[in-house]
């Protein structure tokens, strides 16, 4: 298996419940990243780790936790969302965190009810 | 103002038309610069990177920048149906910024 791969494709889950996104890279980057993709907005970035340390929290709400175990894995933990967090979400990782193009996920359609 | 803008359209041509889809930018110390195509349901696919001013060329597409205007393009030659997708442009210097996309459909 190549590329970047996230799981799961689609989740609808309630303000109250405890859900994890999960990614994994089998391009042999030391980067990754999540990112929010809303309608008629730019891709916001939401957090980057280099060599499993995070590089950059671009002021998230504390109901998002990421977690990077290891250089191919990313994981992004959602407890009490807001209906305002409905979203794309995309994985994607690159090289190296300075420069280089991403190459993206198919990300996980959230819906929060 | 923003980083980066880029017409959202939607723009919608017949197939084999040359099309054209445009960035501008404000901050100068942008070098790099890519194009990504996405598809519906589908993630951003990297469809061209070019460091610094000047053209690339891969197939029917073309990617130009021009550091002086702060102006970049993406050029498709004879478009096809399966061209119908959101095109989304980014540049960095250390940050990467993401242009919102323009909604394409390529009419049979």
Redesign the interface.
């Known amino acids: 298996e190549t590329g970047?791969t996230?799981t799961p494709r689609h989740l609808v889950m309630g303000m109250t419940n405890k859900k994890s996104l999960k990614c994994e890279q089998h391009l042999g980057h030391n980067a990754m990243y999540w990112y929010k993709q809303s309608a008629?907005?730019?891709?916001e970035?939401m957090f980057v780790y280099s060599l499993e340390e995070r590089v950059e929290n671009n002021s998230v709400p504390s109901r998002f936790s990421p977690e990077c175990p290891n250089s191919s894995h990313l994981f992004l933990h959602l407890h009490t969302l807001q209906p305002e967090d409905s979203a794309l979400y995309?994985c994607?990782s690159s090289q190296d965190s300075?420069?280089?193009?991403?190459?993206?996920?198919?990300?996980t359609?959230l819906t929060v009810t | 103002q923003k980083e980066v803008e880029q017409d959202p359209g939607p723009l919608s041509v017949p197939e084999g038309a040359i099309v054209s889809l445009n960035c501008t930018y404000s901050n100068s110390a942008f070098q790099y610069f890519m194009w990504y195509r996405q598809y519906s349901r589908k993630g951003p696919e990297l469809l061209m990177y070019t460091y610094s001013s000047g053209n690339k060329e891969d197939g029917r597409f073309t990617a130009q920048v021009d550091k002086s205007s702060k102006y970049i393009s993406l050029f498709i030659r004879d478009s096809q149906p399966s061209d119908s997708a959101t095109y989304l442009c980014a540049m960095r210097a250390n940050n990467l910024f993401f242009g919102t996309g323009t909604r394409l459909t390529v009419i049979p």
């Open positions: 970047v996230q008629k907005k730019p891709l970035l995309l994607a300075r420069g280089g193009p991403l190459h993206f996920g198919n990300g359609r």
